[in-house]
């Protein structure tokens, strides 16, 4: 009998294809799930979503009016992932990813960088149990 780790709903970062997950993305999920862990069997139903993540972001630097709401918007849409990006008074930029794991640590890799203009000096990462709430990406106001 196989079992897969599961980490507060999500399956340890190589069984769910984060075959190298960004530094930053690894280091923000064991400071937010700590060693915690619990066992499953394959299969075994327990109301948890193993197939898709989400990620609430917060995005620091030089990150309004660079178009970076635009880009990422693109790039979500492109990767298939749903939920919001918006620009926060404090004049960084917040988001919400959800879908594929791998899509999901594609684009917080892309957050690090963001659009060319933009100069992004951290990216603070939440990591949520998945809610399937979006119907696609959108910028919001």
């Not at 791998?102 to 998945?130: F, L």
Request: aromatic letters at 10%; proline letters at 4%; one cysteine or more.
């Amino acid at each position: 009998m196989r079992l897969l780790l599961v980490l507060r709903g999500y399956k340890d970062y190589q069984e769910c294809a984060f075959d190298r997950p960004h530094p930053e993305a690894l280091r923000s999920f064991k400071q937010t799930f700590g060693n915690r862990s619990f066992m499953r069997k394959p299969g075994q139903e327990d109301g948890m979503d193993l197939e898709n993540v989400r990620v609430h972001v917060i995005i620091e630097g030089r990150v309004q009016g660079v178009l970076f709401r635009h880009h990422t918007q693109e790039v979500a849409s492109r990767l298939g992932l749903k939920g919001w990006v918006k620009n926060r008074p404090d004049g960084n930029v917040e988001a919400i990813f959800e879908g594929n794991p791998e899509k999901v640590n594609q684009i917080i890799r892309w957050c690090h960088q963001g659009p060319s203009q933009a100069k992004v000096t951290k990216v603070r990462q939440m990591w949520e149990d998945y809610r399937g709430e979006f119907n696609d990406f959108s910028v919001s106001y």
